[in-house]
């Protein structure tokens, strides 16, 4: 029999109790514990009458309090264990929940962790920082409380409809327990229904999310009013109470009230009870209302150390230089130091700023001041790899505005890095004023800066076109330094200057100059001179700004930058002959692999504009020559620094990522990759098809681009040829015809309307291209057609070539002749007639078999000798033994129509 059912008096169970072990009585109980010998533990333990019921759900509710401290902490993988556990003891205490129904916290967290979950799985960013066991058990859990949610989806929508009122119903059906099973018994101390009760608001301080501190209030006041009505009846009871009750199990049924006047004396309470609750609520809304007003909001404290904010001066004191100066070197103080308010520190430094101009303190001290704001203002954001909000950097822009205004208004006044403080001058009349600091510096990372920000907006948004409007103000920020530091600063101040402008003007194209240059023999002398006195050429600009710093940089970086520069300007402006006499006599394509990877960006983009230039003039094999490096890599658009492409983190990790993501150029400079491909693809369309067509039987011939063979070999392996849709399947289809000789098949699919919005329409000049490429295409048709059908024909007229691909007959003749002059056609001209006479050059059945057989016997020889070195120790000796006999292997075998023969130079019988 448990010692808590025991009956007897406090006499008996001293006496049955040996020596000095004494039981400790319960609090406010008169009845005594069987003789039975504890240990200190349960001594100090005070023991407690608990039903299935309180025991099961105290565990439910003990495991929802720690998955959800798992909750807000991110732990997922601590929430699936807790929740597994919390399902093994949900159904433990399903025979309870049976009778007594789901707990409404129960519900509640399911549907709290359901949202939860749901929430980190949209949330794309949360999830990629996630480690690899939090993610796992992410996906894992989502699943299992999905399906778990479902055997309880009525109550859980019946939660999220009135997520309120269902706490309200839970907290009054707590109350009328709590009110009906209170008793007048004074040994237990508290009954087990308010046990439950009190754990049951131990649990409600963890569902924060829809339950109000009022009605946590509500629970405490009426577990202290029961807690009263218990103290009262203990009180009020007499002392041989023991001998009332037959044991001690009765001490905890219901007991229901002796007559009326009780029964009437717990409704009014409960009335009572109901009423309070409902003006708590009416006040707290209220409350919540007036905090709505302005002037009611709550102020958001910062995390950190709080910043001592010195107080600027007392009252009454007088403002001198000196005192000023150093209320400067006191908030200076702070800066770099943990806890510091950036923030704070930028508002200060205005505030002494108005302070020094309200008592005319002199220019000096405004001017330190000054530097000391812009300072700050490029900390505000201490990592290098963030780009600083628009707002800032706005005020950054506005704030080195005045301070070159100042510097305007005192030529006097001397800047520099080399000033120490110490022979500062800053408020003495007497002598010219002298300031610490570096204004080139300032503007450089201001540009950086400006950069950084177009770097981080999404090209396609507005955002992006507002910030662009910013790029006037840089260029006037840079203009007036550049004209400050043409007065005052050194030779490489001034090239540094000069390259920064250089970077904002050389990838613009001048609309003005062009329009200048198309319409100069419309325009009167007086107009032209009126135009040209409006604003600066910007070719006359690049060329002053360029030739300085040829003439006066000593640094091999500024000069290379200025170079490119000025060749890129040169390309886009059609001047294809001065920018490639630049490129070479520079012989920067020797050592720029030695360069830092902005400068070798710049080179590519360089090239590429170079290339795109010689298109537009007709030169194709240098237009193809200039594009190869970058178009036969397969990385353009990583080259050009116009982003990056999917690489493993064995070949790079996060932080070189990052790195390179800073090189990247801002959207506005970008050349556009479909014109660069469809610019180098066409280009190795003309030159590749002839050359195709004249060795089509020869073995050894060459690629002349390997991206153009493998779009045609794409083509070819398609098993269904519909009508070209992209712009590579339209050069495959353009190249097919010119191998036909059809040159108006191939036109329409180079020029069409579809063509020409995706490409040709982009450049400036788009119908001179136009025209020029159908041109480029008649004559390499022809080309084309002469060396595929000239075996059929034995002489043919070139008036008839010339109606064929429509040229005029000195285009036809001079084709014909440098064909026949450098022997790729082997054909002679008869003047009188007009006529192309072919010559039959064709080898016969024992020449093609001789020519075989001498192949085969040199591929042996060559074999054997290899043999032969590997045996003796040497490696490649067939290949020295070449260079040191002075003769070379030539590539290619026999050419049917003379064009150089192979080993030996063979030539036909």
């Known amino acids: 029999m448990s010692r808590f059912f025991a009956t007897g008096s406090d006499s008996e169970s001293e006496e049955s109790i040996s020596g000095d072990e004494i039981a400790p009585k319960p609090v406010g109980g008169t009845y005594s514990k069987p003789p039975v010998l504890l240990s200190d533990d349960e001594e100090d333990t005070k023991r407690v009458v608990r039903s299935a019921k309180d025991k099961r759900f105290d565990e439910l509710s003990n495991l929802i309090k720690t998955i959800r401290n798992a909750m807000k902490i991110r732990d997922v993988t601590k929430c699936l264990e807790e929740f597994e556990l919390l399902c093994k003891a949900y159904t433990k205490a399903k025979t309870i929940v049976d009778k007594e129904g789901v707990p409404k916290f129960y519900i509640r967290l399911l549907a709290d962790l359901e949202d939860?979950?749901?929430?980190?799985?949209?949330?794309?960013?949360?999830?990629?920082?996630?480690?690899?066991?939090?993610?796992?058990?992410?996906?894992?859990?989502?699943?299992?409380?999905r399906k778990y949610n479902r055997d309880f989806e009525a109550q859980i929508t019946a939660y999220k409809e009135n997520p309120e009122e269902s706490a309200d119903e839970d907290e009054e059906k707590n109350d009328e327990d709590s009110e009906a099973s209170s008793s007048d018994d004074e040994d237990a101390g508290?009954?087990?229904?308010?046990?439950?009760?009190?754990?049951?608001a131990g649990t409600s301080e963890t569902r924060t999310k829809f339950l109000k501190k009022v009605e946590e209030e509500d629970d405490e006041e009426s577990s202290d009013e029961d807690w009263g009505s218990d103290s009262e009846d203990s009180d009020s009871s007499s002392d041989d109470e023991d001998d009332k009750y037959a044991s001690l199990a009765s001490k905890f049924l219901k007991k229901k009230p002796a007559n009326e006047e009780e029964r009437k004396a717990v409704e009014k309470k409960k009335e009572e009870k109901v009423k309070k609750k409902h003006d708590r609520k009416a006040k707290k809304k209220e409350e919540e209302e007036e905090e709505e007003e302005p002037g009611g909001e709550w102020e958001k404290v910062k995390g950190g150390a709080p910043m001592v904010k010195p107080k600027m001066f007392a009252k009454g004191t007088e403002i001198t230089p000196t005192i000023v100066v150093k209320k400067l070197n006191e908030i200076l103080q702070a800066r770099g130091k943990k806890g510091t308010d950036r923030a704070a520190q930028i508002e200060l430094l205005h505030l002494l700023a108005s302070i020094a101009a309200e008592n005319n303190l002199g220019e000096g001290i405004s001017v330190k001041i000054k530097f000391n704001i812009v300072a700050s203002l490029y900390d505000y954001n201490p990592n290098l790899a963030t780009f600083m909000k628009s707002e800032m950097w706005k005020k950054c822009l506005d704030c080195i505005n005045e301070l070159l205004d100042i510097l305007f208004a005192h030529?006097?006044?001397f800047i520099g890095d080399n000033i120490t403080e110490d022979s500062e001058n800053l408020f003495d009349p007497a002598e010219p004023l002298r300031v610490r600091g570096c204004i080139l510096t300032l503007v450089e990372r201001m540009d950086e800066e400006f950069t950084k920000i177009m770097q981080n907006t999404d090209p396609h948004s507005q955002e992006y076109v507002d910030n662009l409007k910013d790029e006037g103000l840089v260029c006037q920020v840079i203009d007036r330094a550049l004209k400050y530091l043409e007065e005052k600063g050194s030779t490489e101040e001034i090239c540094r200057i000069y390259l920064r402008r250089i970077m904002h003007t050389y990838f613009k194209f001048d609309y003005k100059a062009h329009q200048r240059q198309m319409a100069k023999a419309q325009e009167s002398k007086s107009e032209q001179d009126q135009a040209e006195n409006e604003a600066e050429d910007s070719a006359v600009l690049m060329d002053r700004l360029c030739k300085y710093i040829y003439a006066k940089d000593r640094t091999d970086r500024i000069r290379t930058c200025a170079i490119l520069c000025h060749i890129y300007h040169h390309a886009l402006h059609n001047r294809w002959f001065q920018?490639?006499?630049l490129m070479l006599m520079s012989h920067l394509q020797d050592n720029i692999q030695h360069a830092d990877p902005p400068v070798q960006i710049l080179y590519n983009r360089t090239m590429v504009q170079l290339g795109i230039c010689a298109f537009r003039q007709g030169m194709i094999r240098d237009a193809h020559n200039a594009l190869l490096d970058i178009q036969s890599s397969g990385r353009a658009k990583e080259l050009l620094g116009q982003g990056l492409l999917m690489r493993s983190m064995q070949e790079r990790n996060q932080e070189q990522e990052k790195i390179e993501k800073r090189r990247q150029v801002p959207f506005h400079m970008h050349?556009?990759?479909?014109?660069?491909?469809?610019?180098?693809?066409?280009?190795?369309?003309?030159?590749?098809?002839?050359?195709?067509a004249a060795h089509e039987f020869d073995a050894r011939r060459r690629m002349i681009s390997k991206q153009f063979h493998h779009q045609l070999r794409v083509g070819e392996r398609q098993p269904l040829l519909g009508p070209p849709e992209s712009m590579r399947e339209h050069v495959v289809a353009a190249s097919k015809a010119m191998k036909m000789g059809d040159w108006k098949t191939c036109q329409n699919f180079i020029i069409n309307e579809k063509m020409n919005a995706k490409v040709w329409d982009l450049f400036p000049e788009a119908d001179k291209v136009r025209d020029l490429l159908v041109r480029k295409i008649q004559e390499e048709s022809l080309r084309t057609y002469l060396f595929t059908y000239s075996s059929i024909y034995d002489s043919i007229r070139m008036e008839i070539l010339g109606d064929m691909f429509q040229l005029d007959l000195p285009t036809v003749h001079s084709i014909i002749s440098k064909m026949t002059f450098s022997e790729e056609l082997m054909a002679s001209l008869d003047q009188p007639t007009s006529t192309v006479v072919m010559h039959r050059t064709e080898p016969t059945s024992l020449q093609n078999t001789a020519l075989q057989l001498a192949e085969k016997l040199g591929?042996?020889?060559e074999n054997n000798e290899r043999v032969f070195d590997h045996k003796q120790g040497q490696y490649g000796g067939y290949f020295n033994r070449d260079q040191k006999d002075g003769y070379q292997r030539k590539e290619g075998g026999y050419m049917r129509r003379g064009g150089g023969g192979g080993k030996g130079d063979r030539k036909s019988t």
């Open 116 to 145: 939860y979950l749901n929430e980190i799985w949209e949330d794309k960013e949360g999830k990629k920082k996630m480690n690899k066991n939090n993610a796992k058990a992410l996906s894992t859990l989502r699943q299992k409380i």
């Open 190 to 200: 508290m009954s087990a229904k308010s046990f439950l009760k009190k754990a049951d």
């Open 411 to 413: 030529p006097d006044m």
């Open 579 to 581: 920018a490639r006499d």
């Open 671 to 692: 050349i556009n990759l479909e014109l660069l491909e469809c610019v180098y693809l066409v280009s190795a369309m003309l030159l590749e098809i002839p050359y195709m």
């Open 859 to 861: 591929n042996l020889v």
